[in-house]
T-cell receptor, first 115, second 117 residues
Framework: AQSVAQPEDQVNVAEGNPLTVKCTYS??????LFWYVQYPNRGLQFLLK??????LVKGSYGFEAEFNKSQTSFHLKKPSALVSDSALYFC?????????????FGSGTKLNVKP | GAVVSQHPSRVICKSGTSVKIECRSL??????MFWYRQFPKQSLMLMAT?????????EQGVEKDKFLINHASLTLSTLTVTSAHPEDSSFYIC?????????????FGSGTRLTVV
């Protein structure tokens, strides 16, 4: 079965410092991986995706993610965190094998960026 | 492009009443839309897949008669919570297959906070 895991419920980082939000995946077939961000009482906003190609994917708001096949990871990163980055982040994988419409979301990681 | 509009953003209703939530694709046609439910501090749970012109496909454990889904046109899907109870209070989010930069992904509505009193 397809799944993603976000091992950290919460990540705290000081403004200006680099941040990493972790995600590991388990899939049958090729991984279609995504990161979304959710602000309070809002829907999810697309940040970036990995379908194929370069392992380092650049996305919105200065975020990037590194696809690592050997470690089955897709960690979200940003070189310099902003207070406004504080939000809930979800990693997701699309089911390429059984139901291409189905996404599997991680449990979410709350990012707190302190001034 | 690829904007999904969800309405209302917040609704409070009495127990036993029904509530309808609308999800519209504004600048594209969506033959398929998805309805999620999110509990506080938890991830999204797929409730059902809405298919234009045919019956919705419900995930295991989701009551079809309680959560009525209608996808009457290529731009509109509705979720009706029937005979609502306080345990139905939750955050409901719709989505549609993405376009452009979100291709292969989803475009999400802004969500509806339902409170049943």
């Amino acid at each position: 079965a397809q799944s993603v895991a976000q091992p950290e419920d919460q990540v705290n980082v000081a403004e200006g410092n680099p941040l990493t939000v972790k995600c590991t995946y388990s899939v049958s077939g090729n991984p279609y991986l995504f990161w979304y961000v959710q602000y309070p009482n809002r829907g999810l906003q697309f940040l970036l995706k990995y379908i194929t190609g370069d392992n380092l994917v650049k996305g919105s708001y200065g975020f990037e993610a590194e696809f690592n096949k050997s470690q089955t990871s897709f960690h979200l990163k940003k070189p310099s965190a902003l207070v406004s980055d504080s939000a809930l982040y979800f990693c997701a994988v699309r089911d390429e094998v059984y139901n291409f419409n189905k996404f599997y979301f991680g449990s979410g990681t709350k990012l707190n960026v302190k001034p | 492009g690829a904007v999904v509009s969800q309405h209302p953003s917040r609704v409070i209703c009495k127990s036993g009443t029904s509530v309808k939530i609308e999800c519209r694709s504004l600048d594209f046609q969506a033959t398929t839309m998805f309805w999620y439910r999110q509990f506080p501090k938890q991830s999204l749970m797929l409730m059902a897949t809405s298919n234009e012109g045919s019956k919705a496909t419900y995930e295991q454990g989701v009551e079809k008669d309680k959560f009525l889904i209608n996808h009457a046109s290529l731009t509109l899907s509705t979720l009706t919570v029937t005979s609502a109870h306080p345990e139905d209070s939750s955050f409901y989010i719709c989505s549609a297959p993405g376009r452009g930069e979100t291709n292969y992904g989803y475009t999400f509505g802004s969500g509806t906070r339902l409170t049943v009193v």
